[in-house]
């Protein structure tokens, strides 16, 4: 799990993050992250969390947000390819 002052941009389903210019840095960071964990631990998580101070996404052409940092944490699937 990583804090960041700053806003989450979710996909549509409210749940992993976008790949977006500002959050690519961190999606780098947090798959860093799991990899030295998974060698320390010796267990690979499927899974990131990343915590901001708000997150936001649209589905179905309406804008969802949630104005509390603990309401939605952004996940980040450290298992698959990322496009």
């Not at 804090?3 to 389903?13: E, F, H, Q, T």
Request: proline share 1%; aromatic share 10%.
């Amino acid at each position: 799990m990583d804090c960041k002052l700053k806003s989450l941009v979710l996909c549509s389903d409210g749940k992993l993050i976008r790949n977006t210019n500002l959050m690519s840095g961190t999606k780098l960071q947090v798959f860093l992250y799991n990899k030295i964990l998974t060698k320390i631990q010796n267990y690979q998580s499927q899974h990131a969390l990343v915590v901001g101070c708000n997150t936001r996404y649209k589905k179905s052409n309406v804008w969802y947000r949630s104005t509390r940092f603990n309401d939605r944490p952004g996940i980040v699937d450290v298992t698959n390819k990322w496009d």
